[in-house]
C-alpha cells in the first residue's frame, strides 16, 4: 500500500485519484504510526517551503522522513514535496529543509542572460529530457510534455542526482531527481497526461519490487 503523507499543504486529491485510476491502494494519513506499516510513501507538496518545514517538524514527520529514507524504504516527492527533501531553500527566508538531497531552493530571477524577461511562476506544459533514462522511474516513459506549476526550482551541482531536466527562462530545471530509495518530480504527474500516470504507475511497481526484495 502507498501512504500519502498529509501535513495540511499537499494535493491529496488529485495525486490519490491518480492512483485510484492506476488500481493501487493508498491511505491518505498524518500518522506515523500508520504511515510506518506502508510499503511506499508519496510526499506531495503545495504553498510555501517555511511553512511546510514547520509543520513537518512539529509533528515529528520530518525526522520520520529522514528514518524511513535512511532504512533505504521508497519516497517519491512531488512538486514542493520534491524542494523539501533538499538542504535549504531561499523562499521567503533561509530554511533548512529534510536534507536527503544535496542542492538550495532559489527563485527564477525572471531574467534571461541576454537581458530578455520570463514569467514567473513556471506555469503549464514543458519538455522532458531524461539524463539517466533507464531509471526505473521513467523507464520506457516518453521524453514528452508535463504539468510545471512553481515559482521556486532546485540548484545542485550532484549531476548524478539528475534524472530528468526541464529548460525554462535560460535555467536548466531538475525536473526529477532521484538518489537510492528517493525519487522525486517538480512537475505533478498526476496532472501531466499518459506520462505522468506512467511515471506513478512506474513509482507504484518500484516499491512492488522493492518490497519483494525484502
Not at 529522514?66 to 514542493?80: E, F, N
Request: net charge negative; hydrophobic share 35%; glycine share 10%.
Amino acid at each position: 500500500m502507498i501512504g500519502i503523507i498529509d501535513y495540511g499543504m499537499g494535493n491529496l486529491h488529485s495525486v490519490s485519484k491518480a492512483l485510484e485510476r492506476l488500481g493501487y491502494e493508498y491511505k491518505i494519513t498524518d500518522s506515523i504510526e500508520e504511515l510506518v506499516d506502508m510499503d511506499g510513501l508519496i510526499l506531495p507538496g503545495v504553498g510555501a517551503f517555511p511553512d511546510a518545514m514547520k509543520i513537518l517538524q512539529e509533528t515529528g514527520l520530518a525526522a520520520f522522513i529522514q528514518d524511513w529514507t535512511y532504512a533505504k524504504r521508497p519516497l517519491l516527492g512531488i512538486c514542493l514535496g520534491m524542494q523539501l527533501l533538499f538542504q535549504e531553500s531561499e523562499e521567503h527566508e533561509t530554511t533548512k529543509g529534510i536534507g536527503l538531497l544535496p542542492g538550495r531552493v532559489e527563485r527564477f530571477s525572471g531574467k534571461d542572460v541576454d537581458g530578455s524577461t520570463y514569467k514567473v511562476p513556471h506555469m503549464g506544459w514543458n519538455l522532458l529530457s531524461f539524463t539517466q533514462p533507464k531509471h526505473p522511474l521513467i523507464k520506457n516513459v516518453e521524453e514528452d510534455h508535463v504539468y510545471f506549476v512553481h515559482s521556486y526550482y532546485v540548484k545542485t551541482d550532484e549531476e548524478q542526482v539528475l534524472l530528468a531536466t526541464a529548460q525554462y527562462g535560460g535555467e536548466l530545471v531538475p525536473a526529477i531527481v532521484g538518489h537510492g530509495s528517493v525519487v522525486a518530480t517538480q512537475f505533478h504527474p498526476e496532472k501531466s497526461s499518459t506520462v505522468g500516470m506512467q511515471i506513478l504507475e512506474n513509482y507504484c511497481k518500484w516499491v512492488e519490487g522493492m518490497k519483494e526484495d525484502d
